[in-house]
């Protein structure tokens, strides 16, 4: 299953040796992950992330097995449940000890990590912050709803600390991977709040999240328009200047360059 993985069609493919695992086969599973990242014929187009246990001593058990695999392919670290600046610079120094400089992907998924996905983002190893919705209610004890309103502060607060800081910010999973509408609306909605991208946790969810991040080809025409409309006036030494009708200033020429961003990402630029 790992190393068919990359088939999916996703950007990045996580390795998961926490909630996924039982406690009893977390060695097994460890030599399993090993096994694939030092294999030469696994070299997929994504990234490779694998997702380390929390606690101390597993998560040390997992680097000394990460070290151990021979010239492993290994593009970031997913920290779950973190809390804390200190939290990813600790787990920098522990990759680092051993010989490994990746970034660290960190996934907020209780009431202290939100609090601190500022801080968390602003560490120079973040590359991105993920929302874990599911866990993220089982701390506070909200009950989930399909709307999710009792995770909405939450999710908006972890995508503006992101954005303040330039990492990518990663939407929580949709746990019902047979509902594919269902899929498509929430991930439309992540689109609209800003976020880069969203947790798949399985294959048939992909193409469905791939296709919500793709940029409608009218939106996308707005887009080109609005470059296009900027460089001519950037030429002339105007500020403000119009398209369609409609007058175009700073945050507008945000979102389009954010559109054209996501465009070149789908390759579907003409």
Known sequence: MMRKAPGAGSDVVV???EDAVAPRRKG?????????????????DCEVCVRVNADSPAVRDDLD????????????????????????????VKLESRGVQVPVLAL????????????????????ALIFG???LAADIGATR???????????????????????????????????????????????????????????????????A?????????????????????DAEGRGVFQVDGEMIDAPLIAQAERIVRRAEAAGSLN
């Open 15 to 17: 390795f998961d040796l």
């Open 28 to 44: 097994e599973a460890r030599e399993a992950v090993r096994s694939v990242l030092s294999d030469p014929d696994f070299d997929p």
């Open 65 to 92: 097995e990460l070290r151990a695999a021979d010239s492993p392919r290994l593009d970031a670290v997913m920290l779950p449940k973190t809390e804390s600046a200190d939290d990813v610079r600790d787990l920098s």
């Open 108 to 127: 907020i998924e209780s009431a202290r990590g939100v609090l601190a996905a500022d801080e968390i983002a602003a560490e120079p190893e973040t590359d």
């Open 133 to 135: 919705a599911e866990d």
């Open 145 to 211: 709803t399909d709307e999710g309103v009792e995770v909405s502060y939450a999710r908006q607060r972890v995508v503006i600390a992101a954005a303040a800081h330039e990492c990518d910010a990663i939407d929580t999973v949709y746990t019902d991977f047979d509902d594919e509408d269902g899929l498509i609306e929430e991930t439309e909605f992540a689109v609209q709040l800003g976020y880069d991208g969203k947790l798949a946790i399985h294959p048939a969810q992909v193409e469905p999240i791939n296709e």
């Open 213 to 233: 991040f793709t940029p409608d080809p009218d939106d996308l025409e707005w887009a080109e328009a609005v470059l296009e409309g900027k460089r001519e006036a």
